[in-house]
């Protein structure tokens, strides 16, 4: 018996359980051998013989056995209905010999369709979007080729390509996938659905590719199911799907657990993960109700951690059947450059280009000419982007003549901002929106010209095919955009922003984009004057980011003259760089509180009071929480410093050297460092002569530090606009994705 054979006819039995709701087994009926029997009732037997075979002479033999066994029975009063099923569909002739004695010569197809109509199914499927893989401009399904990528495991020790993904699947395994906005969850998905599409013969189950965010407020599996099936037009077969799925034999690839609910705010962590448990009661049940595999999909950072994660989903990790994995944040090298010469693109990507998938979506979107200018920009990534915008804004305006390109920048800067207004992290701009961002723009409504540019803007992509509602579709950009606004409402005294409510915070990019600004711009009297405008400002989100980016600039202490934050949500509160007095923080959220030599003292009057804290480094346990912060635990302490950090991560010895290098010429009291204390090793790494050379060549050619020379030798001098971003390298460490420190780590 052939292993395709076996395949064929384990099949048939599973889909014939499933039609009949009776199991087939192997039957010997008066000394004849039949493939699968099935007792409906003491008057009605169901028969069937499987083949591989394709000839005319196969069908008679077998039609002559059941022949017998059916005249047999019906001298019984017992009814056979009786099927051969081929593996390939049957010529007519084959048919016509079963016909004059009612017996079906079907393909093995023709009798899955009886048990589920996968084909039609599949066709309608994939006439529409697997969750966000759509094309950010028409909002039509990607149809761009698929980059093979490996997914890895939770603990980051394996990885496994989707080909793997798809056989733990067909082995009826649950798998969870996690990844950030534009990682490429959906079209891991939709690649998924591909593959298992071919082989659900193998499997016995029927791939199914739902998009969660279509069942927003779903209380049950079957709804689910049902208004998965009625928004492809086959409520007709939302019956026997439940079946399937009960029977095990459907593979469920569910986009976007995270899609489920609006996001969530306020102070209450517990009434947080409530209201997240209650959103998934529908995916919850569905997951319950199923018996085979499962792929679900969503952002790693909607849950605090694991432990809510497979609660929310009613699974557990103590299953040796489930399984997390991560999308992989970027592309490497050599995928990222078989994407570019996919889209017809000479150049190779450089190294400080962002390689997430959908930053490549947005590149596909270009001409070849303009993608070819910007991939090969000069500039490190703070650069990049803000030429990307220039370089989008400068495209807009030169197909519409009467269209200035400080007007597209403009309508971004105001469409970021009500962004920021929004519970949505990139926004959910309605065609109003749009037109109303470009009137306070220009102080007029848009005429074709503004219309046509309004409605191709590359950075605002499609959020579904079916509304005409858009999102920003990177958070690099959404990001820059926050903090560009911020640096110009500073510049033009724009106080009337502090009147607006801010939802979606500055994240640990756009604070050090605003404090970079801040520092190269010389704006710190006009940033403090901005925020002391008005102390009772509704705005306290804004006021909270420009003193957070403060506190990373190196400086006098600041006094802030008995100023209160109120309500806001700070990514990253640094208070070892510069002193601050008099301001207290409260009723907020602090995501990453930074005590590493912390220079806060009792005196100073600091004050962070009633503060959910959900990192704070440089703590031994909250035991250790200085006076000045009430009422506020955090989640998480880290008591490590930043040398034992550095000395005890499994860190490349370039980056070692690196970080001792910058910590000798930025960190170090005094002024330059001479070549003598920079030719050593440090943080754990031995000395390498010809490394550390590298690395300053590096540094230098860079323009972030300056060499000199006197009697005694060369002398290395930081430039100090760099201090934040060697500051943020340090204190990231492998978290950190500055292109300089990612190409540090491929020098030996």
Same mark, same amino acid.
């Given at each position: 018996?052939?292993?395709?054979?076996?395949?064929?006819?384990?099949?048939?039995?599973?889909?014939?359980?499933?039609?009949?709701?009776?199991? @087939?087994?192997?039957? =010997?009926? !008066?000394?004849?051998?039949?493939? *699968? $029997?099935?007792?409906?009732?003491?008057? #009605?037997? +169901?028969?069937?013989?499987?083949?591989?075979?394709?000839? @005319?002479?196969?069908? =008679?033999? !077998?039609?002559?056995?059941?022949? *017998? $066994?059916?005249?047999?029975?019906?001298? #019984?009063? +017992?009814?056979?209905?009786a099927y051969i099923v081929m593996n390939e569909e049957p010529t007519p002739g084959m048919v016509d010999i079963g016909k004059p004695h009612k017996i079906h010569v079907?393909?093995?197809?023709?009798?899955?369709?009886?048990?589920?109509?996968?084909?039609?199914?599949?066709?309608?499927?994939?006439?529409?979007?697997?969750?966000?893989?759509?094309?950010?401009?028409?909002?039509?399904?990607?149809?761009?080729?698929?980059?093979?990528?490996?997914?890895?495991?939770?603990?980051?020790?394996?990885?496994?390509?989707?080909?793997?993904?798809?056989?733990?699947?067909?082995?009826?395994?649950?798998?969870?996938?996690?990844?950030?906005?534009?990682?490429?969850?959906?079209?891991?998905?939709?690649?998924?659905?591909?593959?298992?599409?071919?082989?659900?013969?193998?499997?016995?189950?029927?791939?199914?590719?739902?998009?969660?965010?279509?069942?927003?407020?779903?209380?049950?599996?079957?709804?689910?199911?049902?208004?998965?099936?009625?928004?492809?037009?086959?409520?007709?077969?939302?019956?026997?799907?439940?079946?399937?799925?009960?029977?095990?034999?459907?593979?469920?690839?569910?986009?976007?657990?995270?899609?489920?609910?609006?996001?969530?705010?306020?102070?209450?962590?517990?009434?947080?993960?409530?209201?997240?448990?209650?959103?998934?009661?529908?995916?919850?049940?569905?997951?319950?109700?199923?018996?085979?595999?499962?792929?679900?999909?969503?952002?790693?950072?909607?849950?605090?951690?694991?432990?809510?994660?497979?609660?929310?989903?009613?699974?557990?990790?103590?299953?040796?059947?489930?399984?997390?994995?991560?999308?992989?944040?970027?592309?490497?090298?050599?995928?990222?450059?078989?994407?570019?010469?996919?889209?017809?693109?000479?150049?190779?990507?450089?190294?400080?280009?962002?390689?997430?998938?959908?930053?490549?979506?947005?590149?596909?979107?270009?001409?070849?000419?303009?993608?070819?200018?910007?991939?090969?920009?000069?500039?490190?990534?703070?650069?990049?982007?803000?030429?990307?915008?220039?370089?989008?804004?400068?495209?807009?305006?030169?197909?519409?003549?009467?269209?200035?390109?400080?007007?597209?920048?403009?309508?971004?800067?105001?469409?970021?901002?009500?962004?920021?207004?929004?519970?949505?992290?990139?926004?959910?701009?309605?065609?109003?929106?749009?037109?109303?961002?470009?009137?306070?723009?220009?102080?007029?409504?848009p005429d074709e010209s503004g219309q046509l540019m309004l409605s191709r803007l590359c950075t605002l992509g499609r959020i579904e095919p079916e509304s005409p509602d858009?999102?920003?579709?990177?958070?690099?950009?959404?990001?820059?955009?926050?903090?560009?606004?911020?640096?110009?409402?500073?510049?033009?005294?724009?106080?009337?922003?502090?009147?607006?409510?801010?939802?979606?915070?500055?994240?640990?990019?756009?604070?050090?984009?605003?404090?970079?600004?801040?520092?190269?711009?010389?704006?710190?009297?006009?940033?403090?004057?901005?925020?002391?405008?008005?102390?009772?400002?509704?705005?306290?989100?804004?006021?909270?980011?420009?003193?957070?980016?403060?506190?990373?600039?190196?400086?006098?202490?600041?006094?802030?003259?008995?100023?209160?934050?109120?309500?806001?949500?700070?990514?990253?509160l640094a208070l070892g760089i510069r002193k601050a007095r008099n301001i207290e923080f409260e009723d907020g959220i602090i995501q990453l509180l930074s005590l590493d030599?912390?220079?806060?003292?009792?005196?100073?009057?600091?004050?962070?009071?009633?503060?959910?804290?959900?990192?704070?480094?440089?703590?031994?346990?909250?035991?250790?929480?200085?006076?000045?912060?009430?009422?506020?635990?955090?989640?998480?302490?880290?008591?490590?410093?930043?040398?034992?950090?550095?000395?005890?991560?499994?860190?490349?010895?370039?980056?070692?050297?690196?970080?001792?290098?910058?910590?000798?010429?930025?960190?170090?009291?005094?002024?330059?460092?001479?070549?003598?204390?920079?030719?050593?090793?440090?943080?754990?790494?031995?000395?390498?002569?010809?490394?550390?050379?590298?690395?300053?060549?590096?540094?230098?050619?860079?323009?972030?530090?300056?060499?000199?020379?006197?009697?005694?030798?060369?002398?290395?001098?930081?430039?100090?606009?760099?201090?934040?971003?060697?500051?943020?390298?340090?204190?990231?460490?492998?978290?950190?994705?500055?292109?300089?420190?990612?190409?540090?780590?491929?020098?030996?």
């Amino acid at each position: 018996m052939s292993n395709s054979w076996r395949s064929l006819e384990q099949y048939i039995r599973h889909l014939g359980q499933i039609i009949w709701d009776k199991p @087939l087994l192997p039957e =010997r009926i !008066d000394g004849v051998n039949f493939d *699968a $029997v099935a007792d409906i009732s003491d008057e #009605e037997n +169901i028969i069937v013989e499987i083949t591989e075979e394709h000839n @005319l002479n196969k069908i =008679r033999t !077998d039609v002559a056995k059941i022949l *017998a $066994v059916k005249m047999k029975m019906a001298a #019984e009063s +017992i009814v056979v209905r009786a099927y051969i099923v081929m593996n390939e569909e049957p010529t007519p002739g084959m048919v016509d010999i079963g016909k004059p004695h009612k017996i079906h010569v079907i393909s093995a197809q023709t009798f899955a369709n009886q048990a589920f109509n996968f084909g039609t199914y599949a066709t309608l499927r994939e006439t529409n979007a697997f969750g966000s893989s759509i094309d950010p401009i028409t909002g039509k399904p990607d149809h761009n080729n698929y980059i093979p990528v490996s997914y890895i495991t939770d603990k980051a020790n394996k990885s496994l390509s989707i080909n793997e993904i798809c056989d733990s699947l067909a082995r009826k395994n649950r798998i969870i996938l996690l990844g950030d906005y534009g990682t490429g969850k959906s079209r891991c998905v939709r690649e998924a659905f591909q593959i298992l599409k071919q082989i659900y013969q193998e499997a016995s189950a029927y791939p199914l590719a739902i998009n969660l965010r279509e069942h927003w407020g779903a209380q049950s599996g079957i709804e689910i199911i049902s208004g998965h099936f009625s928004r492809l037009g086959l409520s007709g077969s939302i019956d026997r799907a439940i079946q399937l799925l009960q029977a095990g034999s459907l593979l469920l690839l569910l986009d976007g657990f995270d899609e489920v609910g609006t996001q969530t705010f306020g102070n209450s962590e517990n009434r947080r993960a409530s209201i997240r448990m209650q959103a998934l009661t529908g995916v919850r049940d569905l997951l319950n109700i199923s018996k085979g595999g499962v792929l679900i999909t969503g952002r790693p950072h909607y849950f605090n951690d694991n432990e809510e994660l497979m609660s929310a989903l009613g699974l557990s990790l103590r299953l040796k059947s489930t399984q997390v994995l991560k999308c992989r944040e970027e592309f490497e090298d050599q995928q990222a450059n078989a994407y570019l010469t996919t889209l017809g693109l000479k150049t190779k990507t450089p190294k400080w280009l962002p390689k997430k998938p959908l930053m490549f979506q947005i590149i596909a979107s270009m001409e070849s000419s303009e993608a070819e200018d910007i991939l090969n920009s000069p500039y490190g990534e703070v650069g990049f982007w803000g030429q990307f915008i220039d370089t989008v804004c400068i495209r807009e305006a030169k197909m519409h003549p009467s269209i200035e390109s400080t007007t597209v920048r403009s309508v971004l800067g105001h469409l970021a901002r009500m962004t920021r207004t929004s519970h949505r992290e990139l926004g959910r701009l309605t065609p109003k929106d749009v037109q109303h961002a470009y009137e306070l723009t220009t102080g007029y409504i848009p005429d074709e010209s503004g219309q046509l540019m309004l409605s191709r803007l590359c950075t605002l992509g499609r959020i579904e095919p079916e509304s005409p509602d858009r999102q920003f579709i990177d958070p690099y950009i959404v990001q820059l955009l926050f903090a560009d606004c911020i640096i110009d409402d500073i510049s033009h005294k724009n106080h009337s922003v502090l009147e607006h409510a801010y939802n979606q915070p500055l994240q640990a990019m756009g604070l050090y984009f605003l404090a970079q600004w801040i520092e190269t711009y010389s704006f710190e009297s006009e940033s403090i004057s901005f925020i002391h405008r008005d102390g009772t400002a509704i705005n306290s989100q804004v006021m909270a980011e420009i003193i957070a980016a403060l506190l990373l600039i190196d400086g006098d202490p600041l006094d802030f003259r008995g100023l209160k934050i109120v309500g806001a949500e700070i990514c990253f509160l640094a208070l070892g760089i510069r002193k601050a007095r008099n301001i207290e923080f409260e009723d907020g959220i602090i995501q990453l509180l930074s005590l590493d030599n912390c220079i806060i003292d009792d005196c100073d009057n600091f004050s962070i009071n009633k503060m959910e804290i959900i990192h704070a480094s440089g703590l031994s346990s909250n035991s250790a929480l200085p006076s000045w912060i009430k009422n506020s635990k955090p989640l998480k302490t880290d008591s490590v410093s930043n040398a034992t950090r550095i000395k005890s991560s499994p860190l490349p010895a370039a980056q070692k050297l690196f970080l001792s290098i910058i910590q000798k010429i930025f960190f170090q009291r005094g002024g330059g460092r001479k070549e003598t204390s920079i030719y050593k090793g440090g943080f754990g790494q031995n000395f390498d002569r010809k490394l550390i050379e590298k690395i300053l060549s590096k540094l230098i050619a860079e323009g972030i530090i300056e060499q000199s020379k006197d009697s005694s030798g060369f002398i290395y001098n930081p430039k100090r606009e760099y201090t934040s971003r060697m500051r943020a390298i340090r204190d990231q460490l492998s978290l950190s994705k500055d292109p300089l420190w990612l190409e540090i780590a491929t020098m030996n």
